[in-house]
């Protein structure tokens, strides 16, 4: 990436970030570990899941 793309980006970070909290990353991805793992356990997920793949029922 050029220095001037980075120079805007950081910027705009900077900008857009002024005054928001600061993210707890380890609950973050903790988050979204449990509801990863929660989804491949729930039938609504799945049955969707294997209609859009075109796979018919869980995975092996």
Do not use: Y
């Not at 970070?13 to 793992?37: M, Q, S, V, W, Y």
């Amino acid at each position: 990436m050029r220095e001037a793309a980075k120079k805007c980006l950081g910027q705009a970070r900077d900008h857009l970030g002024a005054g928001a909290a600061k993210a707890d990353a380890a609950f973050f991805n903790k988050t979204i570990f449990a509801t990863f793992e929660a989804s491949q356990r729930d039938e609504r997920v799945t049955r969707a899941f294997g209609a859009w793949s075109g796979r018919q029922g869980p995975a092996a």
